[in-house]
């Protein structure tokens, strides 16, 4: 059975950082790209930033370049996301989620999903 469980969401002001962090069980984890998504209430779930498999490749948002870095530790299963200047436009719940394949930003092609995490900024 596959998990992905996130953890580091919270409330923090403006300006400040937050580290995600997801963990993941039950699948071959460096054969999957993996990414970060959000979704602010009544918004679509966006793609946030992702990382290949080996994590030679990154890819980011616009709205998360030059704030955000990705990171992933195959050998422990995780994968990080940095947050810094964080801005209330950032509020949303995150999920993590793996694809295997390459770092892809249309979230319906991802075969699993974690059950996301709350990311509050205020203001």
């Known amino acids: 059975q596959v998990q992905l469980i996130e953890s580091g969401g919270g409330l923090v002001q403006a300006g400040g950082s937050l580290r995600l962090s997801c963990t993941a069980s039950?699948?071959?984890?460096?054969?999957?790209?993996m990414s970060w998504f959000r979704q602010a209430p009544g918004k679509e779930r966006e793609f946030v930033a992702g990382?290949?498999?080996?994590?030679?490749?990154?890819s980011f948002a616009d709205s998360a370049k030059g704030r955000f870095t990705i990171s992933r530790d195959n050998a422990k299963n995780t994968m990080t996301l940095q947050m810094n200047s964080l801005k209330p436009e950032d509020t949303a719940v995150y999920y993590c989620?793996?694809?295997?394949?390459?770092?892809?930003?249309?979230?319906?092609?991802?075969?699993?999903w974690g059950q996301g995490t709350q990311v509050t900024v205020s203001s």
């Open positions: 989620a793996a694809n295997l394949g390459s770092i892809r930003i249309y979230s319906g092609v991802y075969d699993y």
């Open positions: 039950g699948l071959p984890f460096s054969m999957h790209s």
């Open positions: 990382i290949s498999g080996r994590g030679g490749s990154t």
